[in-house]
Each structure stands twice: as structure tokens, then as C-alpha cells.
């Protein structure tokens, strides 16, 4: 008799234990039918039928997310504030294209490999496509990104115009490893250059082990083909490496055993540092984190319960750790990642805010599977000096004013 003088209050509480579990299933049996059928809801004469299925989806007519074109019209920034989990649907992929979007016919389509190899060779897009494929989820960055963070910094500013040179696809396509192999990469040989078919031919050298390890040509993107503006037929994909460097619309690959020195990576693409040097072939992505929410133009309307959101990313591997500080830096606490945690890829990372009132600085850091953690802005300056134009990854800062105004501020 015990039983049926359980309380729902109990039985809740009990279900979280093992043994509880095992009450439940006894009470229940005599309980819950009842609670659990729901009455047959008849056709609503009143409404008139919806839209029959259709060939093409599209977004609810209230969602209107949208790129913007920002530097004269060579870029367009994701709106990262808008998206959810980690990956940025094709439509809103950030753009950076150096002389426009080309058009070309994947039946014309040709990739020539040679060089450096033992039996030169041109794969149409069939013949890439015959080769057994790989699908994996990776962030692709502009090293330009954040450059809006860097100097002369204007409060109203969105993390779309900060870093929405940012995005997440899944990449399909053939590693570049099983090409080399088919062609025979010949000994000695130690750098790739990779040339794009558009009207900038953009070329950039790239150090041989890349393809070895995880570099791909891709033709996919988040199920389909890649997108114009994404390299359409198919691009050189670097996971965790400069934007750049991820030559698109490429047609050929020049196997060799030194850097061709393109304008690219002498010009451009370097960075020069506060003691007269520069650094140069500075591929990889460090460890950089942003908060989503609250951003400006946000104005929270209560004190109370927020949840803080953002995305961090590293080009060394995963992210193993976001910390977040809600008073400025003296404090640190950490972030609640959301699986999945994956290498080389945007984790999306969560902080539950109890905001007390009154101005406040929110600051994200992120750590790497490397040990590498974020720095500051000082840091970064003073290691690079302020002539620098890429590699924008220290810790951003929300300053949170006392009437919930959000904006776009320095550190601390
Ligand atoms: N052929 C070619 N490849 C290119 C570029 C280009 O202008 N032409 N821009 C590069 C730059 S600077 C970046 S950041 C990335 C941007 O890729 P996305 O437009 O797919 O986002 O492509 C790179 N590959
Ligand atoms: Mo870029």
C-alpha cells in the first residue's frame, strides 16, 4: 500500500536514482495511461491548407539572416549572432573573393597536377569524383578577420562586422594525399603551389606535408555542391590554415622543392612585426573565441538569468576549454561546451549569466588542445607591433552598460 501514497513530487525525485527507477516502473504501470493518451483533434474547418511540399525549401518569411558586403564589395561577413550550433548554412558563408565569382562549367572543369611527380596528370571533376571520398566539419577563416578589434575600435560594432570572416561547413571531397599518390610525388620534393581559375589567378605556395596530413580538394559543402562564391567546382581545402591559402576554383598544382614567393605571400598575406621583420607562410589559425550574445546591438532588458554564447575555434586541433569573465577579467569561470567538440572546427560554447545590474565587461578565452591560450590585446600588440593586418585572435570584449545597452569595447 505503500505505493499509491507515492507523491508525483516523489516519484520524480526517486526516478533520478537507480532505485527509483525502478518505482517508477511499478507505480506507473497504474498511473500514467490515463495522463498520457490525448484526445484525436479533429481537421480545423476554420483554417484554410498550407503550402504543398515544393522542389526548393526556403526560410520562413520571418527569419531574414544576411550577409554583409563589407571592403568595396571583395567581402561579405557571416551574420554569426544569428546562427545556432556550430555550422553556417551556404547561403551565409562569408565571402572574400579577390576579382569576383567566375563561372565555370564543371563539365569543362580541369585540374592539372604536375611538377615535381612521376606521371603528370589532368583530373576532370569525374574523375576527382571517382576517387573514394571524405566529409568532415571544419571552419574556414579569413586571416583578415577581427581587424575591426584591433585598432581604433568603435563601439557599435556586431561580432558579424568584428569576425563574421568566419564559417563552418561539412568539406566532402578526395584528400589531396590519394592524388599525390596517384600522380607520384617525386623525392625531395617539399612545397605545392596551388592556382585558382579566376580572373585574380590567385596562387599561393603551400608546404607539402599539409597534403600529406589533411588537406583536401573539395567539390562538397554541407551536403551539396560547393557554392559559386565557395569555389564551385572545387577548391583546395586547409583545415585550420589562412583563408587564403584555401585557393578556389583551383585548376593546377605545381609540385616543387621551394615557395614560389607569389605576390600573395610576399605583398600580402605576411605579417609584418614592430622590430622591422616580418613573418611569413603564417598559415594556421590560432585559438580565438568570441561571444555571440550578448553583442551589440543587443540591450538586455532584465537583470537576471542570460545565457552567454559564442563560438571559439582553433586551427591547431580542438578546443578544450572556453573561459568566460562577466566582471571585466578578475574573475574567470568555465564555459559549457557543446558537443560536438571537433578539431579544427567552431565549438559552440555556453555560460549561464546571473546579471546583478549595473556595468559590467564580458570577455571569452579559449585554450587549445595545444596548451595555447588566447591572449590579450596588449599581448598580441606587443608582439606584433600595430603594422600588422592579419591573425586578429585576442579576446574580444561586450561591455554591458547599466541600462543593458551592449557594446563593442576594450578589454577590462
Ligand atoms: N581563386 C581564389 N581563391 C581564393 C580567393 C580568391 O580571391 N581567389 N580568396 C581567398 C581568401 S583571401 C579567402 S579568406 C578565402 C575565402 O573563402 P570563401 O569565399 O569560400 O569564404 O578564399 C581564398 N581563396
Ligand atoms: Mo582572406
Request: glycine share 8%; hydrophobic share 40%; net charge neutral.
Amino acid at each position: 500500500m505503500a505505493d499509491a501514497s507515492i507523491s508525483r513530487r516523489t516519484l520524480l525525485a526517486s526516478a533520478a536514482s537507480a532505485v527509483g527507477a525502478h518505482a517508477l516502473s511499478r507505480v506507473g504501470r497504474a498511473q500514467v495511461p490515463a495522463q498520457a493518451t490525448h484526445p484525436v483533434v479533429p481537421p480545423d474547418p476554420t483554417k484554410v491548407p498550407g503550402s504543398p511540399p515544393s522542389q526548393l525549401g526556403q526560410r520562413s518569411v520571418f527569419e531574414q539572416p544576411r550577409r554583409i558586403p563589407i571592403g568595396n564589395g571583395h567581402s561579405s561577413v557571416a551574420p554569426i549572432q544569428d546562427l545556432y550550433g556550430i555550422v553556417t548554412p551556404a547561403d551565409l558563408h562569408f565571402e572574400r573573393h579577390h576579382a569576383g565569382v567566375p563561372v565555370i562549367d564543371p563539365q569543362r572543369y580541369k585540374l592539372l597536377i604536375h611538377g615535381m611527380v612521376e606521371r603528370p596528370q589532368v583530373f576532370d571533376l569525374d574523375a576527382l569524383k571517382r576517387f573514394p571520398a571524405v566529409s568532415r566539419m571544419h571552419f574556414l577563416e579569413c586571416s583578415g578577420n577581427g581587424t575591426p578589434s584591433y585598432r581604433g575600435i568603435r563601439p557599435n560594432l556586431s561580432p558579424q562586422l568584428i569576425d563574421g570572416l568566419t564559417s563552418t561547413s561539412e568539406w566532402s571531397g578526395v584528400p589531396l594525399a590519394v592524388l599525390f599518390r596517384e600522380v607520384g610525388v617525386k623525392p625531395g620534393a617539399t612545397w605545392f603551389l596551388a592556382e585558382g581559375d579566376d580572373a585574380a589567378v590567385m596562387t599561393r605556395s603551400i608546404p607539402i606535408d599539409k597534403a600529406w596530413d589533411d588537406a583536401l580538394i573539395a567539390y562538397g559543402q554541407n551536403g551539396e555542391a560547393l557554392r559559386p562564391e565557395q569555389g564551385y567546382p572545387a577548391r583546395l581545402f586547409l583545415p585550420g590554415w589562412e583563408g587564403n591559402a584555401n585557393v578556389k576554383w583551383i585548376r593546377r598544382i605545381e609540385i616543387a622543392d621551394r615557395p614560389f614567393m607569389t605576390r600573395e605571400e610576399t605583398s600580402k598575406y605576411s605579417d609584418p612585426l614592430a622590430d622591422g621583420t616580418a613573418r611569413l607562410f603564417s598559415f594556421v589559425m590560432d585559438a580565438k573565441s568570441i561571444i555571440t550574445f550578448p553583442a551589440y546591438p543587443v540591450t538586455l532588458p532584465d537583470r537576471g538569468w542570460w545565457e552567454i554564447s559564442g563560438i571559439a575555434w582553433s586551427g591547431r586541433g580542438r578546443i578544450t576549454r572556453v573561459e568566460v569573465s562577466t566582471d571585466g577579467g578578475k574573475r574567470w569561470e568555465a564555459a559549457e561546451l557543446q558537443q560536438p567538440v571537433l578539431p579544427k572546427c567552431h565549438t559552440r560554447f555556453r555560460y549561464l549569466w546571473n546579471w546583478p545590474g549595473g556595468a559590467t565587461t564580458l570577455l571569452s578565452r579559449a585554450v587549445d588542445e595545444t596548451g595555447y591560450v588566447q591572449p590579450t590585446l596588449e599581448h598580441l600588440q606587443t608582439a606584433r607591433g600595430l603594422g600588422t593586418a592579419y591573425h586578429f585572435n585576442h579576446i574580444r570584449a561586450w561591455r554591458v552598460q547599466s541600462d543593458g545597452a551592449v557594446t563593442f569595447g576594450l578589454e577590462g
